[in-house]
Nanobody, 121 residues
Framework: QVQLVESGGGEVQPGGSLRLSCAAS????????MSWYRQAPGGQRERVAR???????NYADSVQGRFTISRDDAKNTVYLQMNSLKTEDTATYVC???????????????WGEGTRVTVSS
């Protein structure tokens, strides 16, 4: 009923930039918080950034000052602008959104499939 599709991943050299997008589609009344997580090979999933419906943001210490999360509610899309990328940013980046499918309903968490980011020289 709801799909989250990420795009924008790829390979980049250290110091480079990438912009990830995650578009939600399907039965959506409204979207509460939207987040980006990442998981490196052999590592645990960690939350990178989160943005509330009111635009409040927070970031993991490891990306603070380098990554910027934003959202376009008209497009049901969340973005992650990643600058000054480091090799340790290499991971699969996954989108998460708390979505209300209809008016008056509770919100449910949905996940995308992920997009791969590789930072390598």
């Amino acid at each position: 009923q709801v799909q989250l599709v990420e795009s924008g991943g790829g390979e980049v050299q250290p110091g480079g930039s990438l912009r990830l997008s995650c578009a939600a589609s399907g039965r959506i009344f409204s979207i509460d918080a939207m987040s980006w997580y990442r998981q490196a090979p052999g590592g645990q999933r960690e939350r990178v950034a989160r943005i509330t419906s009111g635009g409040y943001t927070n970031y993991a210490d490891s990306v603070q000052g380098r990554f910027t999360i934003s959202r376009d509610d008209a497009k049901n899309t969340v973005y992650l602008q990643m600058n000054s990328l480091k090799t340790e940013d290499t991971a699969t980046y996954v989108c998460n959104a708390d979505i209300r499918p209809q008016i008056g309903s509770m919100s449910y968490g949905f996940w995308g499939e992920g997009t791969r980011v590789t930072v390598s020289s």
